[in-house]
């Protein structure tokens, strides 16, 4: 099973931008699709967006402000995000799943501790 590790969190304010990086612990991701999630305090998990090998899909909230892309090496996927909002601010998780359109979080695991984006106005 995959273990994934991310990083890039940060502080910012609102209309900045961030980069988070997702990387496979001691391992390739090989056919995962790789997903970005974020949870708020007392909130649920949500769908940020996911990759495959070449497919995208995003969640509303972040649909043209947020890119996820992998490198050529497809070890590493990330998580650009452009014209950030206060209402951003989450811990951002990255996780794999085999399974295509996923979102919903249960279909994912080797979850990464997660990273935190403050977003301020």
């Known amino acids: 099973q995959v273990q994934l590790v991310e990083s890039g969190g940060g502080r910012v304010q609102a209309g900045g931008s961030l980069r988070l990086s997702c990387a496979a612990s001691?391992?390739?991701?090989?056919?995962?699709?790789i997903g970005w999630f974020r949870q708020a305090p007392g909130q649920e998990r949500e769908f940020v967006a996911s990759?495959?090998?070449?497919?995208?899909w995003y969640g509303d909230s972040v649909k043209g402000r947020f890119t996820i892309s992998r490198d050529n090496n497809g070890n590493t996927v990330y998580l650009q995000m452009n014209n950030l909002k206060p209402e951003d601010t989450a811990a951002y998780y990255c996780?794999?799943?085999?399974?295509?359109?996923?979102?919903?979080?249960?279909?994912?695991?080797?979850w990464g501790q997660g990273t935190q984006v403050t977003v301020s106005s």
């Open positions: 001691g391992h390739t991701f090989g056919n995962y699709h």
């Open positions: 990759i495959g090998r070449t497919r995208t």
């Open positions: 996780a794999a799943t085999s399974t295509l359109f996923a979102r919903a979080p249960q279909s994912y695991n080797g």
